[in-house]
């Protein structure tokens, strides 16, 4: 759920994280109002190397964001 306007609306957030897990893949999600952008990316860029040494395919892994998402998986994609 996201602060939007006068009210709430709804982006079944979670929904869409339910249905990537129930196709096997490994999800990490998360909704964040207040972040530092450049700390935020370096643990996310944490996450992916160690997905990485455990010899996960690279092209198995992706980085994506939706709004300010977006900024951090750009900045997390860079230090990579």
Do not use: C, W
């Amino acid at each position: 759920m996201e602060q939007v306007g006068r009210g709430l609306q709804d982006y079944r957030y979670n929904d869409t994280l339910n249905v990537l897990s129930s196709k096997g893949l490994v999800v990490i999600g998360k909704t964040k109002n207040f972040v530092n952008s450049n700390k935020y990316a370096d643990k996310v860029a944490s996450q992916v190397n160690k997905l990485q040494s455990a010899r996960v395919i690279p092209k198995n892994i992706i980085i994506a964001g939706h709004s300010k998402g977006v900024l951090l998986a750009i900045i997390s994609s860079s230090i990579i």
